[in-house]
């Protein structure tokens, strides 16, 4: 197993920046690493001369100082409006779709096959993947068209750290009733829970991470205290995500960021257990 995936129980939980943290704790590790999202919504791209992908996984492959490339998010959607999107494979504009179309139509048959083969080449250059799931995992009216989550772990073979957003309150309850709403072959995936974005003191939470525990046979691996940073976030739930050019200075400023982000998330979560995972 050489790969770890970072899924949500909602968007907007901080699943980005945390792969982000742990591309550039393991690459400090020494190992060779590479973030995947096999697929991601967003209106901000990275731009090269001959490919586009999601802005978010070039910003991960700063943190894993690994080659900014097509693999790294091999289906990007960027949302036209009226439930239109328009559709980048392998960096590459396919088509415009309606979503209805693109859900029954495409995923399960073009799409799959596009994300695992990207999965592949990755996964033979590198010693590490660390995978980004979209949205929730527990989506049931979308789960069997869902090949951002669950089913690309199974796929890639990655033990799923679960991650919930604290300050926005009903932490445990979403832990709880997502891994409920998991199809019972998929849960023997997940083998940490993470808390994302606290204030406060960790000694409050200690009762509710025991009952965790005992409800779900799954440890809290990592309390992670709100985190201010100066990285480009992405679109979905921003009013107005911060526009990004891929300057040297501002890809230095990036690093200088990120830096400080692992520090902060290494400090806070059970690296060595996550470590273990991947050996």
């Given at each position: 197993?050489?790969?770890?995936?970072?899924?949500?129980?909602?968007?907007?939980?901080?699943k980005?920046?945390?792969?982000?943290?742990?591309?550039?704790?393991?690459?400090?590790?020494?190992?060779?690493?590479?973030?995947?999202?096999?697929?991601?919504?967003?209106?901000?791209?990275?731009?090269?001369s001959?490919?586009?992908?999601?802005?978010?996984?070039a910003?991960?492959?700063?943190?894993?100082?690994?080659?900014?490339?097509?693999?790294?998010?091999?289906?990007?959607?960027?949302?036209?409006?009226n439930y239109?999107?328009?559709?980048?494979?392998n960096?590459?504009?396919?088509k415009?779709?309606?979503?209805?179309?693109y859900?029954?139509?495409?995923?399960?048959?073009?799409?799959?096959?596009?994300?695992?083969?990207?999965?592949?080449?990755?996964?033979?250059?590198?010693?590490?993947?660390?995978?980004?799931?979209?949205?929730?995992?527990?989506?049931?009216?979308l789960?069997?068209f869902d090949?951002?989550?669950?089913?690309?772990?199974?796929?890639?073979?990655?033990?799923?750290?679960?991650?919930?957003?604290?300050?926005?309150?009903?932490?445990?309850?979403s832990?709880?009733?997502?891994?409920?709403?998991?199809?019972?072959?998929?849960?023997?995936?997940?083998?940490?829970?993470?808390?994302?974005?606290?204030?406060?003191?960790?000694?409050?939470?200690?009762?509710?991470?025991?009952?965790i525990?005992?409800?779900?046979?799954?440890?809290?691996?990592?309390?992670?205290?709100?985190?201010?940073?100066?990285?480009?976030?992405?679109?979905?739930?921003?009013?107005?995500?911060?526009?990004?050019?891929?300057?040297?200075?501002?890809?230095?400023?990036?690093?200088?960021?990120?830096?400080?982000?692992?520090?902060?998330?290494k400090?806070?979560?059970?690296?060595?257990?996550?470590e273990?995972?991947?050996?």
């Amino acid at each position: 197993m050489n790969s770890i995936m970072i899924q949500g129980t909602a968007s907007g939980v901080g699943k980005t920046t945390i792969v982000a943290a742990l591309c550039r704790i393991f690459s400090d590790k020494g190992y060779r690493v590479a973030p995947f999202k096999s697929q991601n919504m967003s209106n901000f791209a990275y731009t090269s001369s001959n490919f586009e992908i999601s802005r978010a996984q070039a910003i991960q492959a700063v943190a894993a100082r690994c080659k900014i490339e097509p693999d790294l998010n091999p289906i990007m959607l960027k949302p036209l409006g009226n439930y239109y999107s328009a559709i980048f494979l392998n960096g590459k504009y396919f088509k415009k779709m309606y979503a209805k179309d693109y859900y029954s139509k495409f995923v399960k048959t073009k799409g799959i096959k596009i994300a695992t083969d990207s999965l592949s080449r990755l996964k033979k250059n590198y010693d590490l993947i660390i995978l980004e799931g979209a949205g929730s995992p527990a989506e049931i009216n979308l789960q069997k068209f869902d090949i951002a989550n669950m089913k690309i772990a199974q796929k890639a073979n990655a033990s799923v750290l679960l991650v919930s957003d604290i300050d926005k309150g009903g932490s445990f309850a979403s832990l709880v009733g997502t891994m409920s709403l998991i199809e019972k072959k998929y849960q023997k995936f997940v083998k940490g829970f993470v808390l994302n974005k606290f204030r406060g003191d960790v000694d409050v939470l200690k009762p509710g991470l025991r009952k965790i525990k005992q409800i779900t046979g799954i440890p809290i691996l990592g309390t992670i205290p709100m985190i201010e940073t100066n990285l480009p976030e992405e679109d979905s739930l921003n009013v107005k995500p911060k526009e990004f050019s891929w300057s040297k200075n501002n890809i230095s400023k990036i690093d200088k960021d990120i830096d400080k982000l692992a520090i902060t998330v290494k400090n806070n979560l059970n690296i060595k257990t996550i470590e273990k995972m991947i050996k």
